[in-house]
């Protein structure tokens, strides 16, 4: 028998904006899809995957590879066998219709990284109906590397927020995120010195802003590991947050601990 539902919330950007105009390929990373989800399968729960366009998230190809996973080919192509083909991955819902629907029947929410969440997960009105329902229940919360800048959603100009942050005016995002729901909260998220390195090697370009930078601006008390690329998870309340990629097995622990302790209480 199910100990109850869990929503992964995922992308459906494939380009990201980059500095000097245009955009770069983008995506969500498979590591921080899949590892979590089969955690929360693996616990008894069962996974209802949403996407703002209800279609399935783009893997970003720079996260498709065994060195995810530690290298561990094996697992590597575990998790490619279960996002391709297990039905908790491929019956993905619209945000809206899971609105509708009714959230009181989800135990907890998930969003995995890759730095597609950047550009519509931090804006979708649908994922800050979803966000403001579990943070006043205390709900678990989780999210991931990139994943933990669509907590901006739950803002109520979060569209403005995210404008701000592009255009450079940092006093005017600061304006914006007025009342925001998680300020105050300790978390973590992909460092600007991690970001750095993707920038150089896989985006060959330059972001618009830093996810340190947007959430300490929106108010949160922002944690980042000593060692870039180094696991790191920070639990606050009812959110739950880890920095990078090589923190999908560290999160999804903490993830599955906080679930069966809501379940139970």
């Known amino acids: 028998m199910s100990k109850g539902k869990v929503l992964v919330v995922g992308s459906n950007a494939t380009r990201i904006e980059i500095q000097g105009g245009g955009t770069g390929a983008t995506g969500q990373y498979l590591n921080e899809t899949v590892v979590p989800a089969m955690a929360v399968i693996a616990a008894g729960y069962d996974v209802v995957l949403a996407t703002p366009n209800g279609t399935k998230p783009h893997i970003d190809e720079a996260s498709d590879s065994a060195q995810h996973f530690e290298g561990d080919e094996t697992a590597y192509r575990r998790a490619k066998a279960f996002y391709a083909e297990d039905p908790a991955m491929n019956q993905v819902r619209t945000l809206l219709s899971v609105v509708e629907e009714g959230l009181d029947g989800y135990a907890g929410v998930f969003v995995p990284g890759g730095q597609a969440p950047v ?15 579990f943070h006043e229940r205390a ?9 933990p800048i669509a907590v901006a959603a739950a803002m109520p100009h979060a569209r403005e927020f995210r404008s701000a942050l ?3 005016a940092p006093a005017k995002a600061r304006e914006w995120a007025a009342d925001w729901q998680y300020a105050g909260y300790r978390m973590t998220v992909f460092s600007a010195t991690e970001e750095r390195v993707v920038e150089d090697h896989i985006l060959h370009a330059k972001m618009y802003f830093n996810m ?9 008390e922002v944690v980042t590991g000593a ?3 180094e696991p790191h998870v920070v639990e606050d309340r009812e959110l739950i947050t880890g920095q990078n990629p090589r923190s999908d ?17």
């Open 119 to 133: 550009v519509d997960l931090m804006q979708d009105p649908a994922l800050g109906e979803i966000l403001r329902h």
């Open 139 to 147: 709900k678990p919360t989780a999210l991931l590397c990139h994943g």
């Open 166 to 168: 592009i255009a450079g």
């Open 212 to 220: 340190p930078e947007a959430l300490t601006l929106a108010g949160g």
């Open 227 to 229: 060692v870039d690329f």
């Open 249 to 265: 097995h560290p999160l999804a622990a903490r993830f599955v601990a906080a679930l069966d302790r809501a379940v139970s209480a």
